[in-house]
């Protein structure tokens, strides 16, 4: 008698469980399953005006961002980009421009990653306001970097070179000592722990960039 009252009560709970998945994602409007169909909802969102108007303001779809901790593995992760992009015919009414520039400290070797990272930076902001640039090496700038920078950006362009006694130790410093606390640095795996132009790199960002004659135009 006992097992005839559970297995009623199983039919029953299997019923119900039955009835909940098949009738209730019809009644949400929703598909009981996520497949590569989602991007149509993602298209419709970036395609759907946000405002009464119908400017056209948008979210950009999902992008992926990988991120590598040290020399592990990369941990790759994905989110929604909140931000809104307004259509280029809402750039009117500037703001007034202030006493300042972007000032980027780079290499020859950096060029196209630097100027795929000019063109975003132009497209979203600086097109409108044509600030100048800045740009700051501890060797001297090649002309094709100069060039193909310059053609990129629509402000005025500035190419200085880092005094020496910017960019290197100070004289009271142990080179010895440094040098066994890269090492050690090194041997724990710590994140550019062995790199020396590195430690002149932040020792530089913490003051001295404004110390360049090129920054004194500036507030």
């Known amino acids: 008698m006992l097992n005839i009252k559970w297995k009623l009560v199983g039919i029953v709970v299997t019923v119900v469980l039955l009835v909940h998945f098949l009738l209730l994602p019809p009644l949400l409007g929703t598909s009981p399953t996520t497949t590569g169909d989602d991007t149509q909802d993602e298209n419709r969102n970036a395609k759907a005006p946000l405002n009464e108007d119908g400017a056209g303001l948008r979210h950009p779809l999902p992008v992926t961002v990988t991120v590598t901790k040290g020399n592990g593995p990369a941990v790759t992760v994905t989110e929604r980009i909140v931000e809104t992009v307004a259509p280029r015919e809402e750039d009117a009414g500037i703001e007034e421009k202030v006493s300042a520039a972007f000032v980027i400290l780079t290499r020859n070797r950096d060029l196209k990653d630097l100027r795929e990272t000019l063109i975003q930076l132009e497209d979203r902001i600086n097109r409108k306001y ?79 960039f404004f110390r360049h004659p090129l920054m004194d135009k500036y507030k």
Not at 139 to 165: H, Y
Not at 189 to 198: K, N, P, Q
């Open 130 to 208: 044509h600030y100048p640039y800045v740009f700051l090496n501890n060797e001297p700038f090649s002309d094709e970097f100069k060039d193909k920078i310059s053609k990129v950006i629509t402000g005025e362009a500035e190419f200085g070179l880092i005094p020496n006694e910017h960019w290197s130790y100070p004289e009271w410093i142990n080179q010895t000592k440094a040098a066994e606390v890269r090492k050690d640095m090194t041997e724990r795996r710590i994140i550019y722990g062995g790199s020396e132009s590195y430690r002149h790199m932040c020792r530089y960002e913490s003051g001295f």
